[in-house]
């Protein structure tokens, strides 16, 4: 019997021993690798500012990629990265678009979601009145002594980094017959009053040890969502203002990151309302459509253009031609006399036309018959503000695949880091993107990669983002900065 | 069945979402066999032979009556390669409780042995933290199932005996949980799905044949056979979700139905008696898992607009070895000790959450005590490691797994057991 107890009490503690065997994985050796994150500035337009939803506002900013890289960044030498917040009074800054719900039209019609803006708690401090815009908000500006890492300007372009009073609120655009540049609001609130310093002068005035530039898709972008109707940079200035800058931000051996531009027709801007209105041409036996294609001239009406039902996009059944998310409202118009299209338009270019010039003259000029069927006639044509037909996606890809070739030549060239985010998104838009059993895709909504304006992303695809620019970085530099759980950052919420 | 099929199985069921814990793959039917390693189908040890091979029950000389408990406890680590704070997550510790139980009758000086054997070969219960990374894959599982299984067993000569019997599976019940990637815009919260259901019976059986050619020598072969587990009519329930219309009318489901398909598994082993006091046995299993393919629900409203969910499991079938040893220092008292080598049916790159299994080390010991002619004790205690293992996003993705979450899976495994019988 004491042997018994003798042996059945080791066992016991043998047993009770191993409990205590928590199975123990090495703590990760995170490492900057051959770089230095002690100062690290973003450098870039709204995608870099956290903008989202059709707005700058306060929850954008706090997701935006740069602030997620600067946390993971922490993990290896990162210093603190201050932005330019919106105060929680102002908290929703420029305004932006939420879902309030969704309609219940009869089928075989689709629900479509309806969205509403915010126009509480702004911060806007006043209107200005410019050569294209009456009343262009502006933002409470930070105050002097703050300092601030993120510098991301929804709207820059390339073209505009180098332009002195680009901040300046009393850049106002001149004259019809005289433009001279505007000032970008975004970027005013950054700035002293009356300061006309560039913006390429002040970002590299910073002198980070790091920094993540991502230029270029506002040069294409709003070719695109204008339907070919606003300018696209010319590549030759592109590719100059873009060597010029990166030579300044690498003078005094800084470490970076260059990211490319996407294919923007892949966004869900182009590629939501099209196959919609496809199937309800489809199913009304429309053979086709009439479209105007190009940009605007004063002395001649504008292209139209015959288009097959079977030719409007849609993924799974083909064809080319892709509608703008700004199309949904008028699209339902489809078949009937009217002039709301063409009005909303005259509106939008107004600032562009000579000044006086009435409705009547503008429609006389386009050849344009509101008492026509819209859509269907040539007297009525849907506005190329409307449609990115092929020539005009012809037009943007060829400039981003030109500008894309710039910013990798010279990333290679400086030995920075590079996301190519054009194979990235054209990846995400075949097969989406999964992480940690949740598959998110391109489309809008129910993706969860894309806000509600259809083109910048939500703070789930922030955080894809910033997972991706950090396995460039971690590559480049050789370093091991972690990941986060793109999951854990919110899509898009559903009532 | 043994305990790690059930287990693996068990893990599976959580599929579609599913997601992890518990594929702890321990043979655990017998509290001497749980010493040895696992070994028995080549022994004649006692009345647990109708578990590990029917065909010795008929040598085995006692009658009588046992049963046993185990607690098996596992410790989980696991670093996601997508983490959320960058640290490891530690599975919320739970602990199951096998048992057997196992009745034997016959003539004293008869060939004929007859049982009846009750073990649970699974139970699974496993627990994720708030809001872990693959929460989208599995929030918790609980399994449970009892099988019972009637046997007989014929010594046909002194050396040959041959046995069967009848695997019941009597009791089944799932119940699954995961998160939902949708989001509602009232307070923020993920929607959730519950999956609760309870298999049906089904039959298989457990045939084996002894053979000792020797004094000193042993072989047996014994052959487990192939079960689908099947739940019917299980219950679905979602909550949080959002309550816009065209979000409900894509998760309407109340009921899923899926099958589980539990593998054959072949045994060959063999007992060395080298003197009186020492019996060595060496025991291989050949579990035939390359049956899993898939991991399919079926609703009869969608779930996500879908009225299947398919999961990829692709399983290969897989070897063990096992080595164990008794010895008796008296009559009364007897020591054990065995280890055991157990490969990963699951292959690289398919992980699931709710069965992190890897290649398996086991080490086992044991002890028994009889009080007297009918009594005795048994103890037995395992030590399992599953190995380290790690899958990468690029993985799953390639695999067409990306339903599971890429990361670092260690687990450590403890199982102290006790057993009572009474031999007549």
Same mark, same amino acid.
């Not at chain 1, 505007?182 to 002068?201: G, K, M, Q, S, V």
């Not at chain 2, 004649?44 to 046992?66: C, I, K, T, W």
């Not at chain 2, 000569?157 to 089944?172: E, H, I, P, Q, R």
């Given at each position: 019997?004491?042997?018994?107890?003798?042996?059945?009490?080791?066992?016991?503690?043998?047993?009770?021993?191993?409990?205590?065997?928590?199975?123990?994985?090495?703590?990760?050796?995170?490492?900057?690798?051959?770089?230095?994150?002690?100062?690290?500035?973003?450098?870039?337009?709204?995608?870099?500012?956290?903008? +989202?939803?059709?707005?700058?506002?306060?929850?954008?900013?706090?997701?935006?990629?740069?602030?997620?890289?600067?946390?993971?960044?922490?993990?290896?030498?990162?210093?603190?990265?201050?932005?330019?917040?919106?105060?929680?009074?102002?908290?929703?800054?420029?305004?932006?678009?939420?879902?309030?719900?969704?309609?219940?039209?009869?089928?075989?019609?689709?629900?479509?979601?309806?969205?509403?803006?915010?126009?509480?708690?702004?911060?806007?401090?006043?209107?200005?009145?410019?050569?294209?815009?009456?009343?262009?908000?502006?933002?409470?500006?930070?105050?002097?002594?703050?300092?601030?890492?993120?510098?991301?300007?929804?709207?820059?372009?390339?073209?505009?980094?180098?332009?002195?009073?680009?901040?300046?609120?009393?850049?106002?655009?001149?004259?019809?017959?005289?433009?001279?540049?505007?000032?970008?609001?975004?970027?005013?609130?950054?700035?002293?009053?009356?300061?006309?310093?560039?913006?390429?002068?002040?970002?590299?005035?910073?002198?980070?040890?790091?920094?993540?530039?991502?230029?270029?898709?506002?040069?294409?972008?709003?070719?695109?969502?204008?339907?070919?109707?606003?300018?696209?940079?010319?590549?030759?200035?592109?590719?100059?203002?873009?060597?010029?800058?990166?030579?300044?931000?690498?003078?005094?051996?800084?470490?970076?990151?260059?990211?490319?531009?996407?294919?923007?027709?892949?966004?869900?801007?182009?590629?939501?309302?099209?196959? &919609?209105?496809?199937?309800?041409?489809?199913?009304?036996?429309?053979?086709?459509?009439?479209? &105007?294609?190009?940009?605007?001239?004063?002395?001649?009406?504008?292209?139209?253009?015959?288009?097959?039902?079977?030719?409007?996009?849609?993924?799974?059944?083909?064809?080319?031609?892709?509608?703008?998310?700004?199309?949904?409202?008028?699209?339902?118009?489809?078949?009937?006399?009217?002039?709301?299209?063409?009005?909303?338009?005259?509106?939008?270019?107004?600032?562009?036309?000579?000044?006086?010039?009435?409705?009547?003259?503008?429609?006389?000029?386009?050849?344009?018959?509101?008492?026509?069927?819209?859509?269907?006639?040539?007297?009525?044509?849907?506005?190329?503000?409307?449609?990115?037909?092929?020539?005009?996606?012809?037009?943007?890809?060829?400039?981003?695949?030109?500008?894309?070739?710039?910013?990798?030549?010279?990333?290679?060239?400086?030995?920075?880091?590079?996301?190519? +985010?054009?194979?990235?998104?054209?990846?995400?838009?075949?097969?989406?993107?999964?992480?940690?059993?949740?598959?998110?895709?391109?489309?809008?909504?129910?993706?969860?990669?894309?806000?509600?304006?259809?083109?910048?992303?939500?703070?789930?695809?922030?955080?894809?983002?910033?997972?991706?620019?950090?396995?460039?970085?971690?590559?480049?530099?050789?370093?091991?900065?972690?990941?986060?759980?793109?999951?854990?950052?919110?899509?898009?919420?559903?009532? | 069945?043994? $305990?790690?099929?059930?287990?693996?199985?068990?893990?599976?069921?959580?599929?579609?979402?599913?997601?992890?814990?518990?594929?702890?793959?321990?043979?655990?039917?017998?509290?001497?066999?749980?010493?040895?390693?696992?070994?028995?189908?080549? $022994?004649?040890?006692?009345?647990?032979?109708?578990?590990?091979?029917?065909?010795? $029950?008929?040598?085995?000389?006692?009658?009588?009556?046992?049963?046993?408990?185990?607690?098996?406890?596992?410790?989980?680590?696991?670093?996601?390669?997508?983490?959320?704070?960058?640290?490891?997550?530690?599975?919320?510790?739970?602990?199951?409780?096998?048992?057997?139980?196992?009745?034997?009758?016959?003539? @004293?000086?008869?060939?004929?042995?007859?049982?009846?054997?009750?073990?649970?070969?699974?139970?699974?219960?496993?627990?994720?933290?708030?809001?872990?990374?693959?929460?989208?894959?599995? =929030?918790?599982?609980? $399994?449970?199932?009892?099988?019972?299984?009637?046997?007989?067993?014929?010594?046909? =000569?002194?050396?040959?005996?041959?046995?069967?019997?009848?695997?019941?599976?009597?009791?089944?019940?799932?119940?699954?949980?995961?998160?939902?990637?949708?989001?509602?815009?009232?307070?923020?919260?993920?929607?959730?799905?519950?999956?609760?259901?309870?298999?049906?019976?089904?039959?298989?059986?457990?045939?084996?044949?002894?053979?000792?050619?020797?004094?000193?020598?042993?072989?047996?072969?014994?052959?487990?056979?192939?079960?689908?587990?099947?739940?019917?009519?299980?219950?679905?329930?979602?909550?949080?979700?959002?309550?816009?219309?065209?979000?409900?009318?894509?998760?309407?489901?109340?009921?899923?139905?899926?099958?589980?398909?539990?593998?054959? @598994?072949?045994?060959?082993?063999?007992?060395?008696?080298?003197?009186?006091?020492? =019996?060595?046995?060496?025991?291989?299993?050949?579990?035939?898992?390359?049956?899993?393919?898939?991991?399919?629900?079926?609703?009869?409203?969608?779930?996500?607009?879908?009225?299947?969910?398919?999961?990829?499991?692709?399983?290969?079938?897989?070897?063990?070895?096992?080595?164990?040893?008794?010895?008796?220092?008296?009559?009364?008292?007897?020591?054990?000790?065995?280890?055991?080598?157990?490969?990963?049916?699951?292959?690289?790159?398919?992980?699931?959450?709710?069965?992190?299994?890897?290649?398996?080390?086991?080490? =086992?010991?044991?002890?028994?005590?009889?009080?007297?002619?009918?009594?005795?004790?048994?103890?037995?205690?395992?030590?399992?490691?599953?190995?380290?293992?790690?899958?990468?996003?690029?993985?799953?993705?390639?695999?067409?797994? @990306?339903?599971?979450?890429?990361?670092?899976?260690?687990?450590?495994?403890?199982?102290?057991?006790?057993?009572?019988?009474?031999?007549?």
């Amino acid at each position: 019997m004491n042997t018994f107890l003798k042996y059945s009490s080791s066992a016991l503690l043998l047993g009770l021993g191993l409990l205590g065997c928590q199975p123990e994985m090495h703590s990760p050796k995170y490492d900057a690798g051959t770089a230095d994150f002690s100062k690290y500035i973003a450098v870039g337009n709204s995608l870099t500012a956290g903008f +989202s939803d059709g707005g700058l506002y306060l929850e954008g900013q706090v997701y935006s990629y740069p602030k997620i890289l600067s946390e993971q960044f922490a993990n290896v030498g990162g210093g603190a990265f201050p932005q330019a917040y919106f105060s929680d009074a102002q908290s929703n800054g420029s305004g932006y678009l939420r879902l309030v719900g969704f309609t219940t039209p009869a089928p075989p019609d689709e629900p479509s979601p309806i969205t509403a803006n915010v126009t509480t708690n702004l911060a806007v401090r006043g209107v200005v009145n410019t050569r294209t815009n009456p009343a262009l908000p502006v933002y409470t500006r930070v105050a002097a002594t703050d300092v601030f890492n993120n510098y991301g300007v929804p709207g820059i372009r390339m073209a505009d980094v180098e332009t002195a009073g680009y901040g300046n609120a009393s850049s106002t655009g001149g004259t019809f017959l005289n433009p001279t540049p505007i000032f970008n609001p975004y970027f005013e609130r950054l700035l002293p009053a009356n300061t006309n310093d560039t913006y390429r002068a002040r970002v590299v005035a910073t002198n980070p040890t790091f920094f993540t530039y991502w230029l270029g898709n506002n040069d294409v972008l709003g070719y695109a969502t204008s339907g070919g109707v606003s300018p696209i940079t010319a590549t030759s200035t592109f590719s100059d203002i873009n060597s010029r800058f990166i030579d300044d931000l690498t003078a005094r051996g800084a470490k970076g990151l260059v990211s490319t531009i996407p294919d923007v027709t892949t966004i869900p801007f182009f590629t939501t309302v099209g196959p &919609t209105f496809r199937r309800t041409l489809t199913r009304n036996n429309v053979p086709g459509i009439v479209i &105007t294609t190009g940009a605007f001239s004063l002395t001649a009406p504008i292209t139209r253009r015959s288009i097959p039902t079977t030719d409007i996009k849609d993924p799974a059944l083909g064809g080319n031609q892709l509608f703008t998310l700004t199309a949904a409202p008028y699209l339902p118009l489809f078949g009937r006399p009217g002039g709301k299209a063409w009005r909303d338009v005259f509106a939008q270019l107004r600032p562009n036309l000579p000044p006086g010039t009435p409705l009547s003259a503008f429609l006389l000029s386009q050849g344009i018959d509101t008492l026509q069927v819209f859509g269907a006639s040539a007297g009525n044509p849907i506005p190329t503000t409307l449609v990115l037909d092929d020539a005009e996606q012809g037009v943007a890809r060829t400039a981003t695949n030109e500008y894309n070739n710039a910013l990798r030549t010279k990333a290679a060239a400086k030995g920075l880091a590079l996301f190519d +985010s054009n194979t990235f998104f054209s990846g995400v838009a075949q097969n989406g993107f999964a992480a940690n059993g949740v598959t998110n895709t391109a489309s809008f909504i129910t993706g969860n990669l894309f806000s509600l304006d259809g083109v910048h992303p939500t703070p789930r695809g922030y955080a894809v983002i910033a997972n991706e620019m950090i396995k460039a970085i971690n590559a480049q530099y050789s370093a091991s900065i972690p990941f986060v759980n793109p999951n854990a950052y919110r899509g898009v919420r559903i009532p | 069945m043994n $305990l790690k099929q059930l287990l693996l199985a068990g893990g599976a069921l959580l599929g579609t979402a599913a997601a992890q814990a518990g594929g702890f793959q321990v043979t655990l039917a017998g509290q001497k066999n749980n010493g040895m390693g696992g070994v028995g189908t080549g $022994l004649a040890l006692d009345q647990a032979s109708m578990f590990y091979n029917p065909g010795a $029950l008929a040598m085995v000389r006692e009658r009588g009556v046992q049963i046993g408990v185990n607690a098996t406890m596992a410790r989980q680590a696991f670093r996601p390669q997508y983490a959320q704070y960058g640290f490891d997550r530690e599975l919320d510790n739970t602990v199951t409780t096998p048992f057997n139980v196992y009745a034997g009758f016959g003539p @004293t000086e008869g060939k004929w042995r007859a049982g009846i054997a009750v073990y649970t070969p699974f139970g699974s219960k496993l627990d994720y933290g708030y809001n872990w990374e693959g929460r989208f894959a599995l =929030t918790e599982i609980d $399994l449970k199932s009892i099988f019972v299984q009637p046997t007989v067993s014929y010594a046909i =000569t002194d050396k040959l005996s041959v046995g069967a019997g009848l695997v019941v599976f009597a009791y089944g019940a799932v119940n699954l949980q995961r998160d939902i990637p949708v989001q509602n815009a009232t307070d923020g919260q993920y929607g959730h799905i519950e999956l609760d259901g309870k298999a049906d019976q089904k039959i298989g059986y457990n045939v084996g044949v002894y053979y000792k050619p020797l004094d000193k020598l042993s072989i047996g072969l014994s052959y487990r056979s192939h079960i689908d587990a099947h739940v019917q009519g299980g219950d679905v329930t979602f909550s949080n979700l959002p309550n816009s219309a065209v979000v409900a009318s894509r998760f309407t489901a109340t009921k899923f139905d899926v099958t589980l398909p539990l593998p054959a @598994t072949a045994n060959l082993g063999i007992g060395v008696m080298p003197s009186e006091k020492l =019996t060595i046995g060496f025991d291989v299993n050949y579990a035939q898992w390359s049956k899993y393919k898939q991991l399919e629900f079926t609703f009869d409203q969608p779930v996500n607009g879908s009225n299947t969910s398919s999961s990829i499991r692709d399983y290969k079938n897989s070897f063990t070895f096992r080595l164990g040893g008794q010895y008796k220092v008296t009559d009364a008292f007897t020591v054990r000790l065995g280890g055991s080598f157990d490969q990963s049916p699951v292959k690289d790159g398919y992980v699931t959450p709710e069965t992190p299994d890897a290649n398996r080390l086991g080490a =086992t010991a044991g002890l028994s005590y009889k009080f007297g002619e009918h009594f005795g004790v048994d103890l037995s205690t395992q030590f399992i490691s599953i190995k380290k293992r790690t899958q990468t996003q690029d993985e799953l993705v390639a695999n067409g797994t @990306t339903d599971r979450v890429a990361g670092t899976y260690k687990t450590n495994i403890v199982i102290p057991g006790i057993g009572l019988n009474y031999t007549f």
